[in-house]
């Protein structure tokens, strides 16, 4: 059965984050753009994980995760919920703690839309934790140069998980574009 990439944008991103519109572009440009789908997740996480819920609910009968910061950490919790494979581009791994310094007035960087960060939403990613992942099901793709999330934690709670580490780079993952043969080969998608 062919998988499906369900790519899961960050915090105050969208599918139309470079990262994103680069993979659907790749996949696109081979014959394979049926077989990818990035929902634009809102800012609640009980409402994002409903939106992913009702993405794989239509049409996505074998997913693998791509999910990148926030959308790592959502990867992560659908992955270990449906037995599932996942990508995590340097995936946040406490947003409850991490984003607790956003609290209030938050703005979309990619569709402009505000909206509140609230402790509930603090309290739905504590919800929504996997405490310990199966590392057999990870792909993890870190760089060192990360200045939002600190890469050692992924790597700590992933060890055993295959995983590439570059040195340098930043939180957008410079390095992804060289990735995406090694994702879908992950995901188990043939390149035509």
């Known amino acids: ?11 105050n991103s969208s ?3 470079h990262k994103a519109r680069t993979m659907d572009a790749y996949m696109r440009a081979r014959g394979l753009g049926h077989l990818f789908a990035c929902p634009a997740l809102p800012p609640d996480p009980r ?6 819920e009702a993405d ?3 049409k996505t009968p074998n997913p693998t995760f791509v999910g990148s910061s926030l959308g790592g950490f959502y990867a992560i919790h659908f992955a270990e919920r449906l037995g599932a494979r996942a990508v995590l581009i340097n995936p946040a791994m406490t947003p409850d703690v991490g984003l607790e310094a956003y609290l209030g007035t938050q703005k979309n960087l990619y569709t402009g839309a505000t909206y509140q960060l609230t402790r509930a939403d603090l309290e ?6 996997v405490a310990q992942p199966d590392p057999e099901r990870y792909l993890l793709l870190l760089e060192t140069g990360d200045e939002v999330l600190d890469w050692r934690d992924a790597a700590r709670k992933f060890e055993g998980a295959r ?4 040195d340098g780079g930043d939180h957008t993952l410079q390095s992804f574009p060289e990735h995406l043969p090694r994702i879908l080969a992950f995901a188990g998608i043939a390149l035509p």
């Open 1 to 11: 059965m062919t998988t499906r990439i369900i790519y899961l944008h960050g915090f």
């Open 47 to 52: 409402d994002a994980v409903r939106v992913i």
């Open 163 to 166: 995983t590439v580490i570059r």
């Open 56 to 58: 794989l609910a239509r």
């Open 124 to 129: 739905g990613w504590r919800a929504f934790a």
């Open 15 to 17: 599918p139309a984050s």
